[in-house]
């Protein structure tokens, strides 16, 4: 019974392995192209200064010289702090690999390090949720009180909130398309058309104020390169040079409407996240679903309130029932009688106990409202008052 299965723990963790692993290998990558196309412009310059080496004014040689010394310089700095950065990654991965090893090291749930394991994943648990709904501060405390800096993604976040702010307040596209040429051949691989929406933003939004010949010359420069896979789209962009953007002309006037930032934030975070492997919902989502759908009954999903038990979390609409919402119903071989009044079971130790108008409620409760009601109960359905004596121990067979 308390043998833990580290194979279906370990199946929610994939995540947590991959992120620090993908964000290195775009680091390496970029660093990689960085260093290549600046050596590829240092040796080209070498090679033209060989060819005119008979003809050039020394002042002009040593010019250049001095301008490759410079890109040199400037791109050993960018090479050291992109050197810093792949050491903090590599630790980081590691920090991970090991606390997902010791798992294998436990033999009982029992064990106080086993709970220890388990508070500390709590605690990555609810960072990720904090730091994927913006409360940055508040995880970041919960990383430095718990030393948890390795087991956090908060720059991959913090981008991720900046790029959004980008989108949402400020209605601008230029960070979020910084980023897809930084990872342009990535969004390729998934067939992404982010980049394409985002040129589509900023051409509408040229529209909007009335720029039309721009907006003509920014379409041809950016919108037409869409053209193998976006051509109705760029054919109805096109089409809105014609429409005032108060439009009542449905697809134009969805073409203005405001709403499109925030369905390009949405869109910006599912892409990176599923470049860093990332799952759409907060781990604590997951996890928290498990244990509903163990829970989830008919009488949680029923329309009449009174089936409603006050103690399942399911039955709970405004909060967690909101996260049960689409899981299927569990399956029970044994049947659970609760009582109305306190939702507690009703078993051997609190039975159940039968009113004279035939209502049943649990012993505990009844018991407990007698003792302050001078011995009377009251039943919460009909209002009826009976004394505690009247009340019949039930047998179910
Ligand atoms: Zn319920």
Not at 138 to 150: C, F, K, Y
Not at 192 to 220: D, H, M, P
Not at 344 to 349: P, V
Request: aromatic share 6%.
């Amino acid at each position: 019974m308390d043998k833990i299965n580290v194979e279906q723990m370990l199946a929610i963790e994939e995540p947590f392995m991959k992120v620090p692993l993908e964000q290195l290998k775009r680091a390496v990558r970029q660093s990689q192209k960085q260093a290549e196309r600046d050596t590829k412009d240092v040796s080209s310059t070498v090679s033209s200064l060989i060819k005119r080496s008979g003809s050039a004014e020394a002042g002009d040689i040593n010019g250049a010289l001095d301008g490759m010394i410079d890109r040199l310089k400037t791109l050993k700095r960018k090479l050291e702090v992109v050197k810093q950065e792949e050491a903090l990654l590599i630790q980081r991965s590691k920090q991970r690999a090991m606390q997902l090893n010791e798992l294998s090291t436990f033999t009982s749930s029992t064990q106080p390090e086993f709970e220890r394991w388990c508070r500390t994943r709590l605690d990555r648990v609810l960072i990720d949720y904090m730091l994927r709904s913006g409360h940055t501060s508040t995880a970041q405390q919960l990383i430095d009180s718990n030393g948890l800096e390795h087991f956090a993604d908060s720059s991959l976040f913090t981008l991720v909130m900046r790029i959004e702010r980008d989108l949402k307040e400020q209605h601008l596209c230029r960070s979020t398309l910084q980023w897809c040429a930084d990872n342009r051949s990535a969004l390729r691989k998934i067939d992404s058309s982010l980049e394409f929406e985002l040129r589509l933003q900023e051409y509408i939004e040229l529209i909007r104020a009335r720029n039309t010949a721009e907006a003509i010359v920014y379409a041809k420069k950016h919108l037409v390169a869409w053209s193998e896979t976006q051509m109705p789209r760029i054919q109805r962009a096109m089409t809105l040079l014609a429409f005032p953007p108060d439009t009542p002309c449905p697809p134009y006037r969805a073409m203005f409407d405001i709403g499109r930032w925030d369905t390009l934030a949405q869109e910006f975070r599912m892409v990176i996240f599923q470049l860093h492997h990332l799952p759409s919902q907060p781990l604590l989502h997951l996890l928290l679903q498990t244990g509903l759908s163990a829970l989830k009954t008919p009488a949680c999903i029923s329309d009449d309130d009174a089936e409603h038990n006050r103690n399942c979390p399911v039955c709970q609409r405004d909060t967690l029932g909101k996260l049960a919402q689409d899981l299927p119903l569990s399956h029970h071989v044994n049947s659970n009688l609760v009582c109305r009044i306190t939702g507690e079971n009703m078993n051997e130790d609190n039975p159940p106990m039968r009113l004279p108008n035939g209502y049943v409620y649990s012993f505990n409760s009844l018991n407990e409202m007698a003792a302050n009601n001078s011995g009377k109960v009251k039943c919460p359905r009909t209002s009826e008052t009976f004394g505690l004596a009247e009340c019949k121990k039930l047998f179910i067979s």
